[in-house]
T-cell receptor, first 112, second 118 residues
Framework: DAKTTQPNSMESNEEEPVHLPCNHSTISGTDYIHWYRQLPSQGPEYVIHGLTSNVNNRMASLAIAEDRKSSTLILHRATLRDAAVYYCILRDDQGGSEKLVFGKGTKLTVNP | DTGVSQNPRHKITKRGQNVTFRCDPISEHNRLYWYRQTLGQGPEFLTYFQNEAQLEKSRLLSDRFSAERPKGSFSTLEIQRTEQGDSAMYLC????????????????FGEGSWLTVV
């Protein structure tokens, strides 16, 4: 499984934008970039995913570099409820089990 | 609430006892996954079912672990002769098998079952 590199932790202030980086230099052509987050004492939840183009949804935006070797999850206005561990995951969505392979993620702290 | 239900949510057991966890996935989902998570680590994949067939097992799934999904709906994960190293959160997740027109299916996780072996 292709690997990703994320900072161990990041800090933000409430109502400010947050940019969470992810490096994935060994990404293959069929790998989608998925982001999940895990709030304390809960299971992971889906945030967003993309292949080549930037993506937006109600939770966040995903900016993907042109060479696809890195991406950035953008939370436009952080709230205290966004404090969580954010996982950047590469997944081959062309077949197989489509299981998610998690790393350690980035622990986001949001200050009031 | 994602719709994936896990029971029990917490279990404390003595070393050497057997424990069983149950997962009820989202009703129309044909894929079901089990993960294990220890403190400070990301979830680790254990096994995956498509309908009732167990199609992939991680090497983490030792002989003491067995998972079933008898009718392609709910699933159970049994741990026999528990050891202290089995203490973890066990996560269940489900999704739809992708079709030609639907790829990148979202995987939905339950809230997990916490196991403490004393």
């Amino acid at each position: 499984d292709a690997k990703t590199t994320q900072p161990n932790s990041m800090e933000s202030n409430e109502e400010e934008p947050v940019h969470l980086p992810c490096n994935h230099s060994t990404i293959s052509g069929t790998d989608y970039i998925h982001w999940y987050r895990q709030l304390p004492s809960q299971g992971p939840e889906y945030v967003i995913h993309g292949l080549t183009s930037n993506v937006n949804n109600r939770m966040a935006s995903l900016a993907i570099a042109e060479d696809r070797k890195s991406s950035t999850l953008i939370l436009h206005r952080a709230t205290l409820r966004d404090a969580a561990v954010y996982y950047c995951i590469l997944r081959d969505d062309q077949g197989g089990s489509e299981k998610l392979v998690f790393g350690k993620g980035t622990k986001l702290t949001v200050n009031p | 609430d994602t719709g994936v239900s896990q029971n029990p949510r917490h279990k404390i057991t003595k070393r050497g006892q057997n424990v069983t966890f149950r997962c009820d996935p989202i009703s129309e989902h044909n894929r079901l996954y089990w993960y294990r998570q220890t403190l400070g680590q990301g979830p680790e994949f254990l096994t995956y079912f498509q309908n009732e067939a167990q199609l992939e097992k991680s090497r983490l799934l030792s002989d003491r672990f067995s998972a079933e999904r008898p009718k392609g709906s709910f699933s159970t994960l049994e741990i026999q002769r528990t050891e202290q190293g089995d203490s973890a959160m066990y996560l269940c997740a489900s999704s739809l098998r992708p079709t030609r027109s639907l790829s990148g299916n979202t995987i939905y996780f339950g809230e997990g079952s916490w196991l403490t072996v004393v």
